[in-house]
């Protein structure tokens, strides 16, 4: 089952960045260091793990999310509806910034983001419940797992 939003809403980001001279860069899926790549290329080894990080296409849009789980920062191609963690194996799902909505936790007040329609978000952090509707003032309970 899907694990909702972590509350750090982050902007999207392209994956590669260009760099000094014909170079680009993009995250190891493996263990997540900075990989450097000649331009141009379709795959690329790291050093560090040996993993096989595959390139996208030059122009392909990409957004970060910070996973559920584990709270690493995950890159993704824009448009997909859920996204593996590759250090916690989370599913994770991937809205687009106008399916979502924002409100502090009634308990840590932590920033929260929520699916346009839901009635309560349970925060990552303290598993408080917060009720979110049309008011504008949210009711709350405490969450006993």
């Known amino acids: 089952m899907p694990v909702p939003l972590a509350?750090?809403?982050?902007?999207?980001?392209?994956?590669?960045?260009?760099t000094v001279g014909s170079q680009s860069q993009l995250v190891c899926s493996g263990c997540r260091n900075l990989l450097l790549y000649p331009v141009g290329a379709t795959s690329v080894c790291c050093a560090v793990c040996n993993a096989v990080t595959s390139v996208p296409p030059p122009g392909t849009e990409m957004a970060q999310l910070v996973c559920g789980g584990c709270h690493t920062l995950l890159m993704y191609i824009r448009g997909a509806t859920s996204v593996q963690c590759s250090c916690c194996h989370t599913i994770n799902l991937a809205l687009e910034a106008n399916q979502v909505a924002h409100v502090n936790c009634g308990n840590c007040r932590m920033l929260l983001m929520y699916q346009y329609g839901a009635r309560s978000v349970k925060c990552a952090v303290c598993q408080f419940i917060t009720s979110v509707g049309a008011s504008t003032s949210a009711t709350e309970q405490k969450f006993n797992v």
């Open 7 to 18: 509350p750090y809403p982050t902007p999207p980001a392209p994956l590669t960045t260009p």
